[in-house]
């Protein structure tokens, strides 16, 4: 069975999305930190790995997006997880008795609105989501509730008293499956009844007009371009690596010619991967 690691705890949003990138019939391998995903990958002791690139309302996870540039790896599909974010406690704790509540930042932040009609609840910020599940259960608390997915509250047996009470319903967030090693020969086979999508990273001269330059190279074939976002280049102070995502499939002409365009015109050019479009 597939080995699929990810960063949290069973029962978090990644293990959702590993569900919809990877099918349900795989084995999770839950890990503490992203570049422990990263490393577990590189070293065989997962078969593919599940990881947020972006958020709609949080943006970029731009540790993820470097350690994508520091590892040796392949992004193989992507989809989207719409994020509920839900109250969850112990059985047998009624919501009146709650005092206090744990969940990641984040997930915090996005359920403000909940926590100022709620003001004498206590916000504490934990590791992860499930994580937090996970502890109330542990040390079964009385008093405490935590914020995380449905999935969570089933791993862990605990119920949820509030559904879905994150500020804004339009909360998605964007996974990346990845598998080992960036080559061609690991590139997907083009499916044409598929519409594709291509990530790469690229770095350019400090001079007048080179970012114009470069992403002309799409725009002289009618390459829609889905994403650019700029990551500081560690070594150079004020220089920068361009991660771009554009719709097309690296062996369409068209594609092809603007990535040997570009590739004249970067310092570093580097595909991450060419993958179905979610």
């Known amino acids: 069975m597939t080995r699929v690691a990810f960063q949290g705890e069973l029962g978090a949003f990644s293990q959702v999305a590993a569900a919809q990138l990877a099918g349900n019939r795989f084995t999770p391998v839950p890990l503490p930190a992203f570049d422990a995903v990263f490393a ?30 520091r590892f040796d790896s392949n992004i193989q599909g992507e989809t989207f997880v719409r994020i509920v974010h839900n109250v969850i406690a112990p059985p047998g704790v009624g919501f009146h008795r709650i005092r206090r509540i744990y ?39 009385r008093d405490a509730g935590a914020i995380a997915s449905a999935a969570a509250a089933d791993q862990y047996g ?40 291509t990530s790469l990273v690229f770095t350019t001269r400090n001079v007048p007009g080179a970012l114009f330059r470069s992403v002309s190279a799409f725009a002289l074939r009618d390459l829609n371009l889905t994403k650019i976002e700029s990551r500081p280049l560690r070594g150079k102070p004020w220089e920068y690596l361009f991660y771009l995502d554009f719709i097309g499939h690296v062996d369409d002409p068209p594609c092809r010619n603007a990535l040997n365009h570009l590739a004249e015109l970067a310092d570093m050019l580097k595909v991450l991967g060419c993958y179905p479009a979610a």
């Open 40 to 69: 577990a990958l590189a070293n065989g002791k997962c078969d593919k790995a599940v990881i947020p690139i972006e958020n709609t309302l949080h943006g970029s996870v731009h540790e993820n997006y470097d350690l994508l540039l």
């Open 103 to 141: 969940s990641h930042p984040v997930a915090l932040n996005q359920c403000r609105k909940f926590f100022e009609k709620h003001g004498k609840i206590e916000q504490v910020p934990f590791y992860d989501t499930a994580g937090s599940v996970k502890m109330i259960m542990r040390d079964s608390l």
């Open 158 to 197: 605990a119920v949820i008293l509030r559904k879905s009470i994150e500020d804004d319903p339009e909360n998605f967030t964007r996974f990346f499956l990845l598998a080992s090693g960036i080559n061609k020969a690991k590139t997907q086979k083009r499916d044409p009844r598929k519409r594709y999508k």
